[in-house]
């Protein structure tokens, strides 16, 4: 059991979170490098323009036109997903868009209960445990569950926990269940979230169906965290399972599609600001390209030219009309 | 009463799942429909270009006689611009493929087809650059979503990248703000590299190139033009008009889209344009050289669409103008807004520097927001000087007109110029409606036929991708009898009448400024019993359809 524990417990995830951290700054890295040639800003408010036109907070971060005004909409976009809010779905027998907000309601809770239980987990990696973490948890796990059944007392209902397994749930349906989503489904969709679920209901059962011996898992946690591991730990299967599954996902992190958490920062059309009037942007790759000059183009139509120079370079209207 | 349920049925429509799965979609379609696949471009425009591998070559032949390293061509060219546009890496990496986009896409909406879908479309490509440079796609090939590069595949693209107006719709829905309307351009520039490209965009680049406009006018044939206008004019009001040509030491060189010269109903806009420069009497130039604000080189590629663009800077310098003022035009104005002053190089960078920060000489006000650039939209000039009050302004010329205004893609999403217009016929007529919440501002919906697809061999795909933006309109219409529509965009002017035809709604096209010109009075007019397009004062024809 504790050579096991070793590998699962130590090995695979340092494994692990190398590839992750390695992968991700390669891919930022990547990105990084290549040039940004053009200010291509996707406008979807009104723009900066003669100082009466009023622009209203919205048309701020949907069309800055400042660093800040930029910043917030990055945090519009990152924090409340302010792109997907404004989803409309096209019906064909009424040729009418009506709001759908299912996408972003299941993303967003998703997202935001994911963000929360990765908090909570502060609990697990550091001693004593911070005021905002015990505070999460605490509102986390507002209702309380009393049974005798799958443990004594009282259990406290971790909400996000809860509505992460839901969420992913919904976002797996809709990729089996809606044709289109169907068709455009690749398998890397699907791998994202079946690794997901994995960690979750494994998650899951251990908090509320087969418990777990928390102090060993703590014992490992602080252990990894401070490179000081124990040396050979006694684990739990469904953690060891629960650790495989983070694992997987943190290594396949960087080769998939999750870098968009990434990518959101890095998306010329939102971080931009639409000032590319005011400011000229540089293209760092800019290099000439030979056109027709005004002295070529003169030489082709010089009769013309001539023409015009003897109208004294003004049209007027013919005197009979 | 049977008979009704019956209709109703019909009239529910689902999309049903066309590819069973992802593997079914990696296989390229190549099937060149009529009304769908755009004609491949002359030798002549290709050669004039000097444009990579020029050839005669047709979509629906087998072999498109594609140079021997075609394959080593793209794969390269794909390297270099993934280093160069970080928007496409990023771009490429990122998709969660959660499908917000997918009925966002107007000609996804139109034809049915899931390979129109935003997410689709960039997965063409996608897949091919998870091959060829991506872990994943190396070890798991289909399996990770890439796919062999192969002619099928450049078949597929020529056919798929040219269905995108590149309108940037679905970058507003998607929460990365995944742009499509990149990914269509690199794939063009990637086709371009090989050899391939369309039609109509280059005989209108070439066209540009050689004689500065889109039309292939000479200078004379502008003049021509301009003579006919003022010509007009007279004919309307009654006013000499006079307009500058190619004037040095103008204070404000005045640019606009070559359609507006000749084309109907842009005409009317033009016209309308010179009487309210001649009313404002302001110090201003047309120019023979830079008789082209609009840029289809940019439905091509980065080279020709710098090609084209130069002229622009190049002449205000020569003529030794303050600043740039620049008609309604869509994707002009996308350039304009965020290309042009990143084209300027070493060669003409000077030109950007000898203009001065634009000032409206009628009420003072300083564009500030243009300080960089120093070119303003028409339609900001107008809200400042009707904002002041610097017109004479009657609105009853336009009540026959029930107007409303559509948001043209490149100024809404690329540009952000939404309420401008909005003011501006506020201020000339009684009468204005907005079109539904989802089909304005920065969710309107593409005319069909931007973004170089305003070839007559793509109209059943034009009419198609034009119908969410002609429904839109279909319930104004009812709802509020509207019967004019206008936009600040040449392309609309061009594509509305047909799109509308088409979908049977008995609806006018118009430009903004024409609506300005035709309200206001103007000094010394004749009593005025026609309107700017000699109907009679206030009599709305009706449209036939």
Partial sequence: ?321 | MMQEEKFDEKEKFEIIQKYSNWKEILKPTTEMKKGFYSYSATLRDQEYLNLPYPREWNPLDKDWKLPPNWKEIIINKMDELRKKYRSFQVFMDICVRCGACADKCHYYIGTGDPKNMPVIRAELLRSIYRRYFTKSGKVFGEWAGARELTEDVIKEWYLYYFQCSECRRCSVFCPYGIDTAEITMLARELLNSIGISQKFTLISAAACVRTGNHLGLNPGGVVNSIQYAVDDIKEITGVDVEVPVNKKGAEILFVTPSGDYFAQPHWFTFIGYLMVFHELGIDYTMSTYAAEGGNFGFFHSFEVAKKINQKIYKEAKRLGVKWILGGECGHMWRIVHQYMPTFADDTYADALKVLEEPVNPVTGTKFENASSTKMVHILEFLADVLKHKKLKIDKSRNDHLKVTFHDSCNIARGMGLFEEPRFVLREVCNYYYDMPDHSIREKSYCCGSGGGLLADELMELRMRGGMPRAMALKYVYKKYGVNHITAACAIDRAAFPTLLKYWKLPVQMGGVTEMVANAMIMKGEIERDTDLRGNPLGEYLEVEV
């Fill in chain 1, 1 to 321: 059991m504790s050579l096991l524990g070793t590998v699962v417990g130590v090995l695979i995830p340092y494994t692990a979170a190398f590839i992750f951290v390695v992968g991700v700054l390669y891919r930022v890295f990547n990105w990084s490098k290549s040039a940004v040639p053009f200010n291509i800003t996707t406008t979807s408010g009104q723009q900066k323009s003669l100082p009466w036109i009023n622009r209203t907070v919205i048309d701020r971060f949907d069309s800055p036109f400042t660093w800040w005004e930029t910043a917030g909409r990055i945090f519009m976009e990152v924090f409340f997903f302010r792109s997907l809010f404004k989803n409309v779905r096209y019906e064909l027998p009424g040729q009418t868009a009506v709001n759908t907000k299912w996408l972003w309601v299941f993303g967003i809770a998703f997202h935001w209960s994911l963000l929360i239980v990765l908090l909570r987990h502060f609990r697990f990696f550091l001693e004593p445990v911070p005021w905002f973490v015990m505070a999460i948890s605490k509102l986390d796990g507002f209702l309380e569950f009393h049974t005798d059944y799958f443990q004594p007392h009282v259990v406290n209902i971790m909400i996000t926990g809860i509505i992460l397994l839901a969420a992913l749930l919904y976002l797996l349906f809709r990729r089996v269940a809606f044709p289109r989503e169907r068709t455009l489904s690749l398998p890397s969709d699907y791998v994202a979230l079946i690794l997901l679920l994995g960690v979750v209901t494994t998650g899951l059962l251990m908090r509320y169906v087969i418990p777990v011996d928390v102090a060993h898992v703590k014992e490992l946690a602080q252990g990894l965290l401070s490179f000081n591991p124990p040396a050979s730990p006694n684990l739990h299967w469904l953690f060891m399972l629960h650790l495989l599954f983070v694992s997987t996902l943190l290594a396949y992190f960087p080769f998939s599609k999750l870098m968009h958490s990434a990518g959101v920062f890095f998306s010329p059309t939102r971080n931009m600001a639409n000032n590319s009037r005011a400011q000229r942007h540089i293209n760092p790759w800019n290099y000439p390209v030979k056109g027709v000059d005004y002295d070529e183009f003169y030489e082709n139509f010089k009769d013309d030219y001539e023409d015009i120079a003897s109208m004294g370079y003004v049209v007027r209207p013919e005197e009979e009309v």
